[in-house]
């Protein structure tokens, strides 16, 4: 067998059957179910990778989010996870609109850009050069009501527990990334400066533009300084400036993805929270570690 497909079900929606598990697994003429948690999460081994396209149909439990890995090296090395809208639950920058009363401008920006229709190192700049006369004040009152995704303290404290590199690397800013990194503990984060005088935003962000290729390119040197190869990682956003570390991951999952990403990423989180890219590695919930809190 040289797969695993994993099935987590959105516990509001209800319970996983075996009946759900069952037919997905006939599908795909797989071995004997697991259960990774009673009436939530389950998997079994395939000969070959599957269509999820045609286990999700097979689901009766529509609220399930499916996966499909490889057997061997599951469990990752090295997890490297976007910010905003991944574990964070909001977008930083567009939070910091509505506090300079352009909060409409900065979102349609926002959405071209993840959405793969600008560049985004010049979309990025548009933006911030909105936000010019900001006081710094308002950064912290963004950071105060910025809330943390279902599911992300567990998926951080699980990974380093057992011996995993955790890194967040966000194309937004290291005001807001440094202080993540400091409560949910990773690592180590990386992401773009926003400049100021001391009192206000200049409306410049300090180079060099960390972007869709500078995510790839933490990627492969956090494998590289962990001694690991790229098939021992984990990658996990939401946006199109995520599409390359996710297409570069041994195990790339998108987290409610915008359109273009959706398009083409097959592991995706659409019904459940975080815990589901543990799931995909194989621990039972029971060695789950952290809480939400």
């Avoid at 300079?100 to 990025?124: H, P, Q, V, Y």
Wanted: proline share 3%.
């Amino acid at each position: 067998m040289s797969h695993i497909v994993i099935l987590v079900a959105n516990r509001q929606a209800g319970p996983l059957s075996p009946q759900d598990a069952e037919r997905a697994r006939d599908v795909c003429a797989g071995g004997p179910v697991t259960w990774l948690s009673p009436a939530h999460a389950a998997e079994f081994t395939v000969a070959d990778a599957p269509a999820i396209a045609g286990i999700r149909t097979a689901l009766g439990h529509q609220a399930t989010d499916v996966f499909v890995t490889k057997f061997r090296g599951r469990r990752k090395a090295v997890l490297i996870a976007d910010m905003d809208s991944t574990i964070v639950a909001a977008e930083t920058l567009d939070e910091l609109a509505a506090h300079a009363g352009c909060s409409e401008a900065i979102a349609e920006i926002t959405k071209r850009s993840m959405n793969d229709e600008l560049d985004f190192a010049t979309a990025l700049r548009q933006r911030v050069a909105m936000l010019r006369g900001l006081e710094l004040a308002a950064l912290e009152r963004t950071w105060s009501g910025l809330t943390y995704c279902p599911g992300a303290r567990v998926l951080v404290a699980t990974m380093k527990t057992f011996g995993a590199t955790t890194a967040l690397v966000s194309c937004g800013f290291t005001y807001f990334t440094s202080r993540v990194a400091a409560v949910l503990g990773f690592d180590t984060h990386r992401s773009n400066r926003l400049v100021d005088d001391g009192i206000a935003l200049t409306g410049e962000v300090a180079d060099p533009i960390l972007d869709r290729d500078a995510k790839l390119t933490a990627l492969n040197e956090l494998a590289a300084a962990r001694g690991v190869k790229l098939g021992a990682t984990l990658a996990v956003g939401d946006g199109a400036n995520d599409l390359a570390m996710l297409g570069a991951a041994g195990l790339g999952i998108a987290y409610y993805p915008k359109p273009v990403v959706a398009a083409a990423v097959a592991n995706r989180i659409e019904h459940t929270d975080l815990t589901s890219l543990l799931f995909a590695q194989g621990y039972p919930a029971t060695a789950f570690k952290g809480d939400e809190a």
